[in-house]
């Protein structure tokens, strides 16, 4: 069985960088085409893609944020991490990991995580 | 990057309706076009992927259709469990882009 799990802090202030951790089961990263996305939603918004990292440790992110955004992997540990440079009040929002096979949809997603930015 | 609109923003619609929603690409994507549901407080679940075919365990009432940069998403007869709203995504380039989503209300 797949499953992704986010976790990370509920609240952070303006400026801090954000870290969230996806730690998956059921399937590995190292597999052949496999890759991980973040994906985030404003409080009554729509979905907005924010980055991927596949099993070849390619990494590709959303125009708008990629300044502010680095993933990376740990295959050992299964896990994908995200940072966030520079918060605001305007990434209010739950952030959803996802995994798409063979580098395509997005088939399975964790519950999300809330994280509130402010001060 | 390529911007993906869908319409209508919201839908409503009674039980046993059909239900069509439509998304475009600003430029082909050929096929490579997803759809999930999404309920309030919950995670997407995917609907179907390239376009056309039904991810495992979806009802058959949904189908999708289309290529290069238009799509629809159809609901045969709209049950109780359908009132969600509906994303479309795009996987044929990097960066993927969402469509701003379809509601799909109770009339």
């Known amino acids: 069985q797949v499953t992704l799990r986010e976790s990370g802090p509920a609240l952070v202030k303006p400026t801090q960088t954000l870290t969230l951790t996806c730690t998956f089961s059921?399937?590995?990263?190292?597999?052949?085409?496999?890759?991980v996305s973040w994906i985030r939603q404003p409080p009554g918004k729509a979905l907005e893609w924010l980055a991927l990292i596949d099993w070849d440790d390619d990494k590709y992110y959303s125009t708008s944020l990629k300044t502010r955004l680095t993933i990376s992997k740990d295959t050992s540990k299964n896990q994908v991490v995200l940072t966030m440079t520079n918060m605001d009040p305007v990434d209010t929002a739950t952030y959803y990991c996802?995994?798409?096979?063979?580098?395509?949809?997005?088939?399975?997603w964790g519950k999300g995580t809330t994280v509130t930015v402010s001060s | 990057d390529i911007q993906m609109t869908q319409s209508p923003s919201t839908l409503s619609a009674s039980v046993g309706d059909r239900v069509t929603i439509t998304c475009r690409a600003s430029q082909s994507i050929s096929s490579w076009l997803a759809w999930y549901q999404q309920k309030p407080g919950k995670a997407p679940k995917l609907l179907i992927y390239?376009?056309?075919s039904l991810e495992s365990g979806v009802p058959s009432r949904f189908s999708g259709s289309g290529s290069g940069t238009e799509f629809t998403l159809t609901i045969s007869s709209l049950q109780p469990d359908d009132f969600a709203t509906y994303y479309c995504?795009?996987?044929?380039?990097?960066?993927?882009?969402f469509g701003q989503g379809t509601k799909v209300e109770i009339k």
């Open positions: 996802a995994r798409s096979p063979r580098l395509l949809h997005m088939d399975v």
């Open positions: 059921g399937f590995s990263l190292s597999t052949s085409g496999m890759c």
């Open positions: 995504q795009q996987y044929n380039s990097y960066p993927w882009e």
């Open positions: 390239k376009a056309s």
